[in-house]
């Protein structure tokens, strides 16, 4: 199976410069709310559209067409279609797949500097960075994320960077 390309961020940086890069995993990762569908008992999600802070178990039904404001205090409630989602802080239980390893390489490493950042990979983020400094000026590097999950699945992100 082919990597599958997750974003590619192009930035400029002066020469002097030393900045941190990074890639937010966490949605890729995350089982999410779906409109007019089934979800069973203690099945826990993110919301879809609004990140809230929390993740919610599901008491088991059909959800509505519209996605619920989901409520944002633990143990609280929310009504969608015919089940009602419970509110509760970060366990991971939402994650379908988490952050295993991450690689980090410069197309053409020549004079820029590459410190790869141990990932995030906690219940709520699913990150990986890098910081970048150096390089030619009037150069531009593409630098590649490759991640590896816990069930074998490969990701890639990209930074272009123009050195000015």
């Known amino acids: 199976m082919p990597k599958k390309c997750l974003e590619v961020l192009k930035r400029c940086q002066s020469v002097d410069a030393r900045l941190q890069y990074g890639f937010d995993w966490t949605r890729e990762f ?3 709310w ?3 569908h089934p979800f069973d008992l203690g099945i826990v999600i993110r919301p879809e ?3 809230t802070g929390y ?3 599901s008491s088991g039904g059909q959800t509505g067409a519209e996605e619920p404001l989901f409520k944002i205090t633990a143990g609280s409630t929310t009504r969608d279609g015919s089940l009602v989602w419970t509110a509760q802080a970060y366990t991971g239980d939402s994650l379908m797949d988490q952050i295993l390893s991450d690689t980090w390489t410069a197309s053409d490493p020549t004079g820029l500097t590459v410190e790869a950042q141990s990932p995030i990979n906690s219940a709520g983020l699913q990150q990986t960075s890098v910081i970048l400094s150096e390089g030619v000026a009037g150069v531009t590097y593409v630098v590649e994320n490759e991640v590896v999950t816990d069930l074998g699945y490969e990701y890639m992100a990209r930074i272009i960077l ?3």
Do not use: F, L, N, Q
């Open 55 to 57: 993740e919610y178990i």
């Open 34 to 36: 779906v409109r007019d």
């Open 30 to 32: 995350s089982r999410r």
């Open 49 to 51: 559209t609004i990140p």
């Open 162 to 164: 123009t050195i000015e």
